[in-house]
């Protein structure tokens, strides 16, 4: 049975690994599944930020659309916030992608 290790529960493994000779079974053991356990998280992170990237992008190219339909006459402040918004976003989840990246 798998189950979502909490921040604490991270902590507290870590700290009894740390207390186990170096080298030994239980030690390796643990830090191997600690590793295991943090790449399913950062693998599940990815496919999310994808999913979330992918639909900024839709939106993006909407906005766009808009604009482009409406020329220069962009003035409404929720669109001017929602361009500014998508770029924030689209800038982030780059951030996110380069991190994951480095892993």
Known sequence: MSRTITASDRKSL???????PKGS??????????????????EKFES????IYKE???FAVK???WDHQ???DVTDPVVKKSFSLVSQAQ???????HLLGQL
């Open 48 to 51: 999310e930020a994808k999913k």
């Open 14 to 20: 870590i700290r009894l690994a740390a207390s186990l």
């Open 91 to 97: 800038s982030k989840l780059d951030e996110a992608a």
């Open 63 to 65: 906005l766009a659309q």
């Open 56 to 58: 900024v992008q839709k």
């Open 70 to 72: 409406y020329g220069d």
């Open 25 to 42: 079974e239980d030690r390796r053991a643990i830090l191997a599944g600690l590793k295991t356990s943090r790449m399913e998280d950062m």
